[in-house]
């Protein structure tokens, strides 16, 4: 059996997460807007090259309305009300690098790419395997929550997009309630499936996926850590 390779047009997963720790850096150091910018724009490239057009401009549509709305309000407005409003927009604004970075990672990385890459940095298997089961566990979840909406949709319960926010008692009962049950017995059977496929085994594992660092990788990781260093530095 033939191994499979990773995409070649998204990153390598050890890119990816580099990325996603430079995402978490922006907020420990507090670096300049225009450092968040272009790291924001660096990151919303891959997604795009990956085919993620949709999640790609709805991610930049709403960070550049963020920024937009903490740069127009005037530092010396008397409003409360507007200040409340920069003060949301700019702490969400500082919040989405990570989710940006985070939901590129997840959308574009497959687990058996991710499991692959967590061994070749020799993580231990005590890590990995807690991992696994979140990679899996989100999508399986929204699988169930639109498996709820359309029963709740032919019952003729909380019908429409923004039906769940005009009723928020029904979205309680009908939709969050279910999902909190279910979702440990998701846990526990991720974990179930992770262990036999023999993730917890110890010594050498072998895998039909291979990734390796190419050289797009590389160039990103450093296009990536430029502003930030040089923002840190003090230089930008």
């Given at each position: 059996m033939t191994p499979t390779t990773a995409n070649p047009l998204a990153l390598d997963p050890r890119a990816k997460l580099f990325m996603l720790l430079l995402a978490n850096l922006l907020l420990f150091f507090h670096v300049h807007t225009?450092?968040?910018?272009?790291?924001?724009?660096?990151?919303?490239?891959?997604?795009?090259?990956?085919?993620?057009?949709?999640?790609?401009?709805?991610?930049?549509?709403?960070?550049?309305?963020?920024?937009?709305?903490?740069?127009?309000v005037p530092a010396d407005s008397t409003n409360p009300w507007l200040h409340g409003l920069a003060l949301v927009a700019v702490g969400l604004r500082m919040m989405?690098?990570?989710?940006?970075?985070?939901?590129?990672?997840?959308?574009?990385?497959?687990?058996?790419?991710?499991?692959?890459?967590?061994?070749?940095?020799?993580?231990?298997?005590?890590?990995?395997?807690?991992?696994?089961?979140?990679?899996?566990?989100?999508?399986?979840?929204?699988?169930?929550?639109?498996?709820?909406?359309?029963?709740?949709?032919?019952?003729?319960?909380?019908?429409?997009?923004?039906?769940?926010?005009?009723?928020p008692m029904q979205s309680l009962e009908y939709v969050l309630v279910p999902l909190l049950m279910n979702a440990n017995n998701v846990a526990q059977d991720l974990s179930v499936a992770a262990l036999t496929k023999g993730l917890g085994r110890s010594g050498a594992h072998t895998s039909l996926t291979e990734i390796r660092m190419r050289p797009v990788d590389w160039f990103a990781m450093a296009a990536c850590a430029t502003p930030v260093t040089l923002d840190i530095a003090g230089v930008l």
């Open positions: 225009h450092t968040e910018i272009m790291l924001v724009v660096l990151v919303l490239t891959p997604m795009l090259s990956a085919g993620r057009w949709r999640m790609a401009l709805r991610l930049g549509l709403v960070y550049a309305t963020l920024v937009a709305v903490s740069y127009l989405m690098p990570c989710f940006i970075t985070g939901a590129y990672a997840f959308a574009t990385t497959r687990a058996s790419e991710f499991v692959c890459a967590m061994r070749r940095m020799h993580v231990p298997e005590a890590i990995v395997i807690p991992c696994m089961v979140v990679i899996r566990f989100f999508p399986t979840i929204l699988q169930d929550y639109r498996q709820i909406r359309a029963a709740m949709a032919l019952r003729g319960i909380a019908v429409g997009r923004f039906a769940l926010v005009r009723h």
